[in-house]
């Protein structure tokens, strides 16, 4: 069973940095794109960022310039570091990947979703 593991949310002040990681672990054949939500009260969940295997990027144009996603194929690793954080930003940040699970002589494509790592920006 595939896994998606977030660490790195938490309380920043307005202007701070912070940096989320996901690991993807499982049967992982391969990761096509992978990318973070998020999904502040009240609202729905929508792209932050994506990249895909071949390290193309897409950023919603609300973090363009302060956010950069990134990620190690090795280590089926993606990253979101993100700078001058708004309150508008404050959000639970889900990771999204996109692949390809082993299932004996089979793969089967999986939409794998993180837990969800809670960041709030305030003073």
């Known amino acids: 069973q595939v896994r998606l593991v977030e660490s790195g949310g938490g309380l920043v002040q307005p202007g701070g940095s912070l940096r989320l990681s996901c690991v993807a672990s499982?049967?992982?054949?391969?990761?096509?794109?992978m990318g973070w939500y998020r999904q502040a009260p009240g609202k729905q969940r929508a792209l932050v960022a994506a990249i895909t295997s071949g390290g193309s990027t897409n950023y919603a144009a609300s973090v363009k310039g302060r956010f950069t996603i990134s990620r190690d194929n090795a280590k089926n690793t993606v990253y979101l570091q993100m700078t001058t954080l708004q309150p508008h930003d404050t959000a639970v940040y889900y990771c999204n990947a996109v692949l390809l699970e082993r299932l004996g002589v089979h793969k089967n494509a999986v939409d794998a979703w993180g837990q969800g790592t809670l960041v709030t920006v305030s003073s």
């Open positions: 499982g049967n992982i054949f391969s990761i096509n794109a």
